[in-house]
């Protein structure tokens, strides 16, 4: 069944409610391609093929007998490991968690399951979605299908990974500093980051609380407004998520553009960017001046100051978050040769956390602590405001802006591990719409030189996530990368 690979979800779904195809048949043709390359990339911490045939059968009996199914029956679908599966293991990528099977679905899951969606597996990602590069997991690095020596970008890794291997359709990802646009980016896919609250993030084990946003991961942009249909609205068990009703995604995909007016940012196109990324954002802008819309210079001009303002404001909520991994209330207990309680905290997270993630709950603690607060966390967050404030004056201007996702194509594995801050800069273009709570959407714009994905950026205003999805539409009918596939060839 090599041809399903070839569709995306939406097709899918109406193959499967037509019965020209059956979920089993669906969800078998994805296993046996996950099974060929999760060797070569590593994209899962836990598969469960059985479960997941168990459950398209029970989709395909409903069908049988003339039931009601949901918007996404028979279409598998993979999930971060940062975010609450019920009796499916759940563990951030980290040793702490290795071993914690949840009780509950997360918000997010228990609408995939209404749907109808199959649930394959756990992706693979940084260590409690720490990193850039999904090199910081406790189990093993994911490679990139477009280059097997490069990194995937991270910290949603394995979701981009397997889906640019084609061994799923759609994937949902988590986004606190530009963890789903970047490795969108790197693996040639679509990824958006919603609106802060537009999505429910209760179930996400969290990093840093007013930053990470769940969000949807796709081959194309109609897969991801699929998706994002699902899982956004209001949620009374996430008190910062928004009560305004979602919109229709799908429904306004295909509407014209014509007079949107989009911002490019001075800022955003600095000396010494990769000049393939450079041509490919304004090849973008050709496409879209023939769309109809107005091309507006703007400017960002606290884009400096974000990547710092992050690295400040992000650590510390993670020191506060990561606290209750002592062994007593969560995580793994490591038993120490002492009698005293503050020698097991200490063997427990010693061996339960990474060296990334230590050295964060570090970071976070120290700008936190007496006479250090004012200084670093006060200030950052006082950048943070002077963020919105320029995005909300841009916006004053423009409908949306564009730019481009990352400053370079995916780097070598390895090659970052021992500079952090070539890594963290990996976010500089992503980091200001998670301080700014704004949408933020990668699209694949085309292919470098050596054969790499490079991905566009559209950021919009807060819970217009139609504008974006509908402008990246048009684009991606423009720019035709949508059937581009890495060379790890689709043989089974």
Same mark, same amino acid.
Request: contains cysteine; aromatic residues 8%.
């Given at each position: ?24 048949? !669906? ?86 399951? &209404? ?11 940084? $260590? ?22 490069? %990194? ?6 394995? =979701? ?7 061994? *799923? ?53 109609? +897969? ?37 007016? !989009? ?12 000049? $393939? ?8 802008? &050709?496409?879209? &001046? ?29 020191? =506060? ?46 700008? @936190? =602590? ?21 995005? +909300?004056?841009?916006?004053?201007? %423009? ?28 976010? *500089? ?8 709570? @704004? ?54």
């Amino acid at each position: 069944m090599k041809e399903l690979l070839e569709n995306d979800a939406a097709t899918l779904r109406e193959k499967i409610r037509s019965r020209s195809v059956s979920a089993e048949e !669906v969800c078998r043709a994805f296993l046996d391609r996950i099974e060929a390359v999760e060797e070569r990339i590593h994209a899962f911490c836990t598969l469960q093929p059985e479960k997941a045939i168990e459950t398209a059968r029970a989709i395909d009996a409903k069908i049988s007998r003339g039931e009601t199914v949901g918007p996404l029956a028979g279409v598998p679908v993979a999930v971060k490991d940062v975010i609450c599966t019920r009796d499916l293991r759940t563990t951030c990528s980290s040793r702490i968690l290795e071993n914690f099977v949840p009780t509950f679905d997360a918000t997010v899951v228990r609408k995939l399951r &209404e749907a109808d969606a199959v649930i394959v597996g756990k992706t693979n990602m940084d $260590e409690f979605a720490m990193g850039s590069s999904t090199e910081n997991s406790a189990f093993h690095s994911t490679r990139n299908p477009w280059d097997l020596d490069r %990194v995937p970008g991270g910290s949603s890794g394995g =979701s981009a990974a397997i889906l640019a291997a084609g061994g *799923i359709p759609i994937a949902l990802g988590t986004d606190t500093g530009g963890s789903i646009r970047q490795p969108a980016a790197f693996c040639g896919i679509v990824g958006l980051k919603p609106t802060y609250g537009r999505v429910s993030r209760y179930g996400q084990i969290a990093f840093a609380s007013s930053l990470d946003q769940i969000g949807p991961m796709g081959r194309t942009v109609t +897969d991801c407004a699929l998706l994002l249909n699902q899982i956004a609205g209001p949620d009374p068990k996430d008190s910062t998520c928004s009560t305004d009703p979602a919109g229709d995604y799908l429904e306004r995909l295909q509407e014209p553009v014509r007079g949107l007016r !989009v911002g490019v940012p001075e800022e955003y196109f600095p000396e010494g960017l990769d000049p $393939e990324i450079k041509a490919t954002i304004l090849t973008a802008l &050709e496409h879209l &001046e023939k769309m109809g819309v107005i091309q507006e210079r703007i400017s960002l001009p606290h884009t400096d100051y974000a990547v710092p303002a992050y690295y400040v404001i992000a650590p510390a909520e993670a020191s =506060s978050n990561l606290a209750r991994y002592d062994g007593v209330r969560y995580g793994a207990r490591r038993e120490s040769t002492g009698a005293n309680l503050v020698q097991m905290y200490r063997a427990t997270r010693t061996a339960g956390f990474g060296k990334e993630v230590k050295c964060r709950i570090m970071l976070g603690t120290y700008v @936190l =602590s007496a006479g250090y607060y004012d200084a670093y966390y006060l200030k950052a967050q006082k950048v943070r405001t002077r963020i919105r404030i320029d995005f +909300d004056e841009a916006f004053e201007k %423009v409908d949306f802006i564009l730019s481009p996702t990352t400053p370079t194509t995916a780097f070598l594995i390895g090659e970052k591990l021992e500079s952090p801050l070539e890594m963290y800069l990996s976010y *500089i273009f992503t980091a200001t719409s998670n301080l700014a709570g @704004l949408p933020s959407l990668s699209l694949p714009g085309g292919l470098s030189s050596d054969g790499l994905p490079i991905g566009i950026q559209l950021i919009g205003k807060p819970f217009e996530e139609e504008t974006l999805l509908k402008t990246a539409f048009g684009l991606e009918q423009a720019l035709r990368f949508r059937d581009t596939r890495p060379l790890l060839p689709i043989d089974h």
